[in-house]
């Protein structure tokens, strides 16, 4: 958040990293930290997001070396350790978007499983451990979620069988409760509100 240092997740590359830390001088990258997260072939992450603090680092994904799919880091400007961790819905199912809320207590987390019946999960973040705060829906995957400014909405795209939803929901802390559902006429990938709260753009392809 502060500019300082870029966090890079994937494949595994030619040197068996899946994660990059570059810290960032407004002109060039320096490579910071290199890490790999075990040696199953199908290990990959697809979403790397800090917390609001730049104090912790959230993974998500699937078969990394822990056995959870999402993972929580302290980052202290030089390593990461591993703080808190939990396991998808099914167990194999693959992390495919987190959005930590703006006050940094909460993570929103999207899945993805072929034969659907995903939800949508909200853990609370203590510095220490994960725990289940909310969920909802009944999605095929969830590709992107994006927390509102003030941290009482969240918008996320999904699909649900054959469509895909632009979709908000309020949340208080303990549940979850759909105000607003959009039918997309293309695959939505990703999902961004304004920084006044009054508009939500989203993206995908036909």
Do not use: M
Not at 40 to 54: E, H, K, Q, Y
Not at 61 to 89: K, M, P, Y
């Amino acid at each position: 958040p502060d500019g300082r240092y870029l966090a890079v997740g994937g494949f595994p590359n030619s040197s068996g990293y899946e994660l990059k830390i570059y810290s960032f001088d407004g002109s060039s990258l320096t490579p910071l930290i290199f890490k790999n997260f075990g040696s199953d072939v199908n290990l990959r992450l697809r979403a790397v997001t800090w917390s609001p603090d730049g104090k912790y680092l959230s993974i998500g994904g699937a078969f990394l070396s822990s056995g959870e799919e999402l993972e929580i880091h302290r980052f202290n400007g030089s390593s990461l350790t591993l703080v808190a961790s939990t396991d998808s819905q099914l167990g194999t199912n693959q992390v495919f978007s987190t959005s930590w809320s703006p006050d940094g207590r909460y993570i929103a987390v999207g899945e993805y499983y072929y034969a659907g019946g995903t939800k949508l999960r909200i853990y609370s973040f203590n510095e220490s451990s994960l725990s289940l705060a909310a969920e909802t829906g009944d999605f095929y995957n969830i590709n992107s979620l994006d927390w509102s400014q003030d941290g009482r909405y969240l918008a996320i795209v999904s699909s649900e069988s054959s469509e895909d939803f632009l979709k908000i929901y309020y949340f208080n802390g303990s549940s979850l409760s759909l105000i607003a559902s959009q039918s997309y006429e293309y695959a939505a990938n990703s999902v961004n509100w304004s920084p006044d709260n009054r508009y939500v753009a989203i993206c995908g392809y036909s």
